[in-house]
């Protein structure tokens, strides 16, 4: 079987719900609130391990309150993983979310910079992988001389990567296909001219648009574009990007069309957001070949 690495963050997360953001200062009561295992590396983790693949997540947090509730969580998945023990303290978030699903995220713990740690599991772990999940995270930048040889075998989020921004940039050359979402992007001719760019010497770029969908672009230039499924409501948009990347990927792995990928992709991202959750309980690969027949053939 294929053998995945993820490497990125976790953290520990309050989650907000207020009716709408408001434009001057107030006073507002919280629709509901909550506190769950977050990290854009072990949504995808744990999205990829429900759907029945191998696979294995690197990643960092502390010894502290929250860095015990993520350990807690990912052995309730029965994921495999190991971590750099953080010298200061797990990250933590306050997520602030509207009734449209915009957010807001307030980074309130970050985490030691620079922080010496043993190579030698990523070493063994990035060799032994087929494919690695790469996140934009600080500790990652510490594992670039290992990473530098093995570019035809990563696929590297960006996340909202406005074109511009040196500290997503750092991490592209390292990889071999790339996700992002519009988010920052303000036309469709900067789109363009973005995804052109970052598609030379790549095998392809993926972007995520909310609610308009998503599109894919070759290498060759072919370019197959995706909507969403109306049919799933919003609880929570949380994770619905690393979702996405799971779906895809699962359908790459079992020899799916590219356009057949992004479908994947937006099922089980359309799944994640109607859970409270980075990942919807729910989840397993009979659920998504079930729906993919259902919804597409």
Known sequence: MTKILVIGTTSWDTIIHVDEFPDKPMTLFAGAYKQVLGGTAAGKAINLHKLGLDVTLATKFADDEAGKHIDEALNAENLRFFYIKDQKNTEMHT????????????????????????????????????????????????????????????????????????????????????????DSIHSEIELNSLMFGLV?????????????????????????????????????????????????????????????????????????????????????????EREFKRNYL
């Open 200 to 288: 030379k010497n790549k095998e392809f770029i993926v972007c995520t648009h909310g609610k308009l969908g998503s599109e894919i672009l070759m290498s060759n230039h072919q370019r197959y574009a995706e909507g969403i499924l109306a049919q799933y409501k919003a609880v929570d948009t949380n994770g619905a990007g690393d979702a996405f990347i799971s779906g895809f990927l699962y359908a790459n792995l079992n020899q799916k069309s590219i356009h057949d990928c992004l479908k994947y992709g937006t099922l089980v991202a359309g799944l994640t957001v109607t859970s409270p959750h980075l990942y919807s309980p729910e989840l397993n690969y009979h659920w998504l």
């Open 95 to 182: 997520n602030l979310m509207d009734a449209q699903g915009k957010r807001i995220s307030i980074y309130t713990h970050v985490g030691q910079a620079n922080q010496d740690f043993d190579l030698s599991p990523f070493e063994n772990a990035i060799e032994e992988a087929d494919i690695i999940l790469l996140d934009i995270c600080e500790f990652v930048k510490h594992l670039f001389p290992l990473l530098k040889n093995h570019k035809r075998k990563i696929w590297l989020d960006l996340h909202d990567y406005d074109g511009k921004n040196p500290w997503h940039k750092a991490f592209i050359p390292y990889a071999n296909a790339l996700f992002m979402s519009s």
